[in-house]
């Protein structure tokens, strides 16, 4: 998406005075927690308008989900209600194009309720006329967007358009306060995919793990409750409520998590250790088992890393800055302490792997002295029996 028109348009946050944006007014919805124990995110979608925008009859639906936490029930739902559609009502005498001001062109035929030619956004709402519109997969925006239908792309209008291309450029470059400003405007969608990120369509926080910026992946995950998994529960699990939850991860065109894709290309060990320390995501889930190893390999030879620190895990602050005393469990320490300590656990490792590769040589060794007995008894065997064969044949000869 965001490479396909980057060569044709600007992107940068200081061209966001030039569109005309108007913030989606949302559906109503309402969070409660249930008998089930269970909270239940509710978003109803009631449009009086439905007839005269959208032109099909008027609908009355409810959306019902569950979550875990209150907080993902929030979130989700107010990332899921469908904006309202801005009407053109059949008494306005000249209605215009929300983006370029132009008049809507009147219909030849049809019913009098809709006199005019145009479109709503279905991101934001708004009217625009035809040369003002772009189209869109489906998929670019929530499905309760789509109020019951199945259409292959959506029409949205180019201020829409313009947002969603610069809040992608803005994951991608790792451009925290960017993205920030850009979501403010209330149009950016976070939950929905980009269809055309190198190739592959990705969410938001695979383009933020590709943009290698840690606290703009923070922000979508711990502040916006943006998923990296789903919970994955059959119905007769949620009344037993004894066997393991499982989870599905959110995953790219390619069938590539969040993980897979920190692992991919220059690795990125501060969001590695975010998602697999604070976020419980498993190396051994990775999809190609050689990337999460050179990973491995690459976090082992650091040499100014601890994995015992905070000050090298989320801060990239020089050495000069560090605090004067370091806190550990026990006793306080100086740096100049810290430093040796550090030392000390790197010759430590660097003993276990000496060690475990002697252990290994050991084994092998082991295992070809036995190999090499094994051979010589069936040569020995092999000879008593040639031998004996040799006596027998001699003494049947004499005989």
């Known amino acids: 998406m965001a490479r396909q028109r980057s060569g044709s ?15 989606r007014q949302l559906h109503t919805f309402s969070v409660h927690y249930s008998a089930a124990n269970r909270w239940v995110a509710t978003i109803n979608v009631s449009d009086r308008h439905a007839d005269e925008v959208l032109g099909f009859p008027g609908r009355h639906t409810c959306f019902s989900f569950t979550f875990e936490s209150e907080f993902e ?13 801005v009407p053109v009502s059949s008494n306005d005498a000249f209605p215009c194009c929300f983006v370029c001001k132009v008049r809507f062109p009147r219909k030849s035929t049809g019913s009098s309720s809709r006199r005019f030619l145009f479109q709503n956004c279905r991101n934001c709402g708004v009217a625009v006329c035809r040369s003002c519109c772009v189209a869109w997969s489906q998929r670019m925006i929530p499905k309760t967007y789509l109020m019951n239908e199945s259409p292959h792309s959506v029409r949205v209008c180019k201020s829409c358009d313009w947002l969603g291309n610069a809040f992608c450029i803005a994951l991608l470059r790792g451009r925290l306060d960017d993205a920030k400003a850009l979501h403010a405007t209330g149009n950016v969608n976070l939950r929905s995919t980009y269809p055309d990120i190198r190739g592959e369509a990705m969410f938001p926080v695979h383009c933020a793990v590709i943009g290698g910026n840690l606290d703009i992946l923070r922000w979508l995950v711990d502040t916006h409750g943006c998923p990296i998994r789903v919970e994955r529960t059959s119905a007769v699990q949620q009344l037993n409520q004894q066997s393991q939850q499982q989870y599905k991860f959110v995953m790219t065109s390619n069938g590539r998590s969040v993980l897979d894709v920190a692992l991919a290309g220059k690795h990125k060990i501060d969001i590695l250790r975010y998602l697999v320390v604070e976020k419980n995501m498993r190396v051994q889930d990775a999809k190609n088992p050689k990337q999460a190893l050179e990973a491995l390999d690459v976090l082992l030879r650091q040499p100014s890393s601890s994995p015992c620190s905070d000050v090298h895990m989320r801060s990239s602050s020089p050495v000069h800055e560090l605090p004067v005393r370091v806190e550990s469990d026990d006793m306080s320490s100086t740096v100049d302490d810290a430093a040796r300590s550090v030392t000390k656990r790197q010759l430590t490792a660097s003993y276990f792997r000496v060690v475990i590769r002697c252990v290994v040589l050991t084994v092998v060794a082991t295992w070809t002295v036995a190999q090499c007995a094994r051979c010589s008894a069936l040569f020995l065997e092999s000879s008593a029996i040639e031998c004996s064969l040799v006596t027998r044949l001699g003494e049947e000869t004499v005989d």
């Not at 348009?9 to 913030?23: Q, T, V, W």
């Not at 029930?73 to 559609?85: G, Q």
């Open 73 to 85: 029930a929030k979130r989700f739902a107010k990332s899921y209600a469908p904006p309202r559609m």
């Open 9 to 23: 348009a600007s992107f940068d946050l200081s061209e966001i005075s030039r569109h005309a944006i108007r913030p």
